[in-house]
């Protein structure tokens, strides 16, 4: 099983829909991090949580929400989907600010 | 607010001849720098990172890195690539002490590596 797991994989959704992603760790680590990647664009940190009370916007928070229900569990919605924000989704995770970030394999969302 | 540059969004080479990707960061604080492998429709793998210590740091794969800090820098380096390099490298760091800690990523630099 992957370290990092988002699910779904592949989401087609309508403007204005109300929708859900996924992501659940099995490293144990305290921090999470929701990212969506835009060609030319790099990786964009939407929200990130250092602990299941402490969540912090990111750069591009607008349009979205963070709900951190575990440790291990830290779920990004977007409770009106926009076609802009068709984008492929990142979710991972570290342990404190000095080690390697592990990497979901991806939610890539289109929005109609 | 700490940013990561990229310098370069493509950089094509050929087979076996060196490659350098160039990443600068502002932040007047420390950091620790990290460099990201994207292979196609892959999630993101480390490369290396740097804490402290030494400035040159090796990684995976033949890449090193070193980080000059009154350049604000952390170029990637090979001295010989391979086919199977071509993917997107990104940079990324992550300001530490007091209530920072976010990690933030460069725009990718997408390497090219030609027979």
């Known amino acids: 099983d992957a370290d990092v797991t988002q699910t779904p994989r592949n989401r087609i959704t309508k403007t204005g829909k109300r929708i859900m992603l996924e992501c659940s760790q099995t490293?144990?680590?305290?921090?999470m991090y929701w990212y969506r990647q835009d060609p030319g664009l790099g990786l964009r940190l939407i929200y990130y949580?250092?602990?299941?009370?402490?969540?912090n916007k990111g750069e591009i928070s607008d349009g979205y929400s963070v709900s951190r229900q575990a440790q291990a569990k830290f779920s990004l919605s977007l409770e009106s989907a926009i076609p802009n924000q068709t984008a492929l989704y990142f979710c991972?995770?570290?342990?404190?600010?000095?080690?390697?970030?592990?990497f979901g394999q991806g939610t890539r969302l289109t929005v109609v | 607010a700490q940013s990561v540059t990229q310098l370069d969004s493509q950089v094509p080479v050929f087979e076996e001849a060196p490659v350098e990707l160039r990443c600068n960061y502002s932040?007047?604080?420390?950091?620790?720098l990290f460099w990201y492998v994207q292979y196609p429709n892959q999630g993101l793998q480390l490369l290396l990172k740097?804490?402290?210590?030494?400035?040159l740091v090796k990684g995976i794969n033949g890449f090193e890195a070193e980080f000059n800090k009154s350049q604000t820098s952390f170029h990637l380096r090979k001295p010989s690539v391979h086919i199977s390099d071509t993917a997107e490298y990104f940079c990324?760091?992550?300001?530490?002490?007091?209530?920072?800690?976010?990690?933030?990523f460069g725009k990718g630099t997408k390497l090219s590596v030609k027979p």
């Open positions: 991972a995770t570290t342990h404190g600010p000095s080690t390697e970030a592990f």
């Open positions: 490293k144990g680590h305290d921090r």
């Open positions: 949580s250092f602990d299941v009370k402490d969540i």
């Open positions: 932040s007047s604080v420390s950091v620790y």
């Open positions: 740097y804490l402290s210590g030494s400035t």
């Open positions: 990324a760091v992550i300001v530490y002490g007091g209530s920072q800690g976010n990690l933030i």
